[in-house]
């Protein structure tokens, strides 16, 4: 393992052998954290060419067990956002494909510090599982067209130790390590196509749009020379995704959507993404096509259909997906109003993710409870005037002791005598 340091430190590219050995060498437990942080680092510091990157991540994907899918016929496409805040497409974008005829087979994750997770979005929703059976999944997708579940413990083990070390020595940021993170898992998942969402801004893991549309290529070479179509769209989350940040608050957001009142940037995201999601299928031609069909599927009601056969199947109560006045409400619903006029020229993600898990919606660690009621319900959005005393939030909680954060909250929106339009949500496709 020192030589392999070594060659890493001095700038070499370095072998599928030695590759092999540091990930097979650091799962089994016999190479130790120290000389495992000592290379991440030097990964870090050098990087790592695209055929050492998908050496890499192909070594990780195969550090564990991967999901066969091919007994359900025909392309399966999955999707995976780097994370946001009021990030609800999955319910949304999920049962349109499905609607249109994809299939969907995919494994989500909880949320954690300012971002939230779809199984946390999909558990507020009394009665749902997130822990099918391999039968049951596959089953599901075949029938149904969409199957959510939790990630088991048994795919990628290497992703789960680097991660933990790499979170405590200062090796997080590396494109090469967060591609073959992220791309490890994805490829364990066994779908044929892979539709990424790469945010970048205040509320995402990258901060700006150059290191995003830098990952996003990572991960696209890497699925390109292992396989697996892969598409990516970057997206701006330098404000939270549509008006909703908290678990069931962010399921009514997501059945609005699907009933065709939902907000201006969730659709645009889910039309974009959903359109390129059927061409990766062979449904769509081409883009515009995969637009069209995934606007049908929200004004005929079959995407909205679609979400209440999947919850269902998953052993949720549709009846609240019909009526969303049976979804419990916060005891407490508190106004952030504006201390001026003007217009909204910024609304800062990190610091609405961050409130709206204080308010008890996230949590700090991956084990900490949370409260589906609880988060915030923007009433503006970038671009938008105000006056003096306009509501710009409303922010849900069972909490008490909340008027720090409330504050906090009102701090997150800048204001301008000019108007700034909203920046555009999607920047680039990658492909
Ligand atoms: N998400 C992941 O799964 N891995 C990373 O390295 C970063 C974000």
Redesign the pocket.
């Given at each position: 393992m020192v030589d392999v340091i070594e060659r890493k430190r001095d700038g070499y590219a370095l072998s599928e052998e030695e590759i092999a050995f540091f990930v097979r060498g650091y799962t089994d437990g016999k190479i130790p954290d120290y000389q495992a942080a000592a290379f991440l680092m030097a990964i870090v510091l050098r990087g790592m060419d695209e055929t050492e990157t998908a050496i890499l991540t192909d070594q990780m994907m195969h550090s564990g067990e991967t999901i066969d899918l091919k007994k359900i016929p025909g392309i399966k496409v999955d999707k995976h956002s780097?994370g946001g805040v009021g990030d609800k497409t999955s319910l949304v974008l999920g049962p349109l494909v499905a609607a249109c005829g994809g299939k969907l087979a995919k494994m989500s994750g909880r949320g954690l510090g300012h971002t939230g997770g779809t199984l946390d979005k999909m558990e507020s929703i009394p009665g749902t599982r997130i822990a099918l059976s391999d039968e049951e999944f596959t089953n599901q997708v075949k029938e149904i067209g969409i199957a959510i579940i939790g990630q088991t413990a048994e795919i990628d083990p290497a992703d789960k130790k680097l991660?933990a070390l790499r979170d405590v020595t200062a090796t997080?940021e590396s494109i090469p390590?967060?591609a073959s993170?992220?791309m490890s898992?994805k490829l364990a998942s066994g779908s044929d196509a892979i539709l990424l969402d790469v945010k970048y801004g205040s509320g995402a893991?990258m901060k700006n749009v150059e290191d995003a549309r830098k990952l996003a290529k990572a991960m696209v070479a890497i699925g390109d020379k292992l396989g697996r179509d892969t598409k990516a769209v970057i997206t701006s989350m330098e404000e939270p995704l549509g008006f909703a940040v908290g678990n069931n608050l962010e399921v009514k957001e997501a059945i609005e959507t699907l009933k065709g009142r939902g907000p201006q940037d969730l659709v645009e995201l889910c039309k974009t993404a959903g359109a390129l999601m059927l061409v990766q299928s062979h449904i769509a031609a081409d883009k515009e096509e995969g637009e069209r069909l995934i606007q049908e599927a929200i004004e005929n009601g079959k995407g909205f259909e679609k979400l209440k056969e999947f919850i269902g199947a998953q052993g949720g109560d549709v009846s609240y997906l019909d009526d969303v006045s049976k979804f419990q409400v916060a005891k407490y619903i508190h106004e952030i109003t504006s201390p001026k006029a003007g217009y909204i020229t910024r609304i800062d993600a990190l610091g609405i993710g961050l409130s709206a898990m204080k308010l008890g919606a996230g949590r700090a660690e991956l084990t900490d409870p949370i409260d589906h009621t609880a988060g915030i319900v923007l009433r503006k959005k970038v671009g938008d005037y105000v006056e003096e005393g306009d509501v710009l939030a409303l922010a849900y909680t069972n909490k008490e002791e909340v008027a720090e954060v409330l504050r906090d909250i009102g701090g997150c929106f800048l204001y301008s005598k000019k108007k700034k339009a909203a920046p555009a949500l999607i920047k680039d496709i990658v492909s």
């Open positions: 780097t991660y997080v390590l967060i993170s992220i898992k893991f």
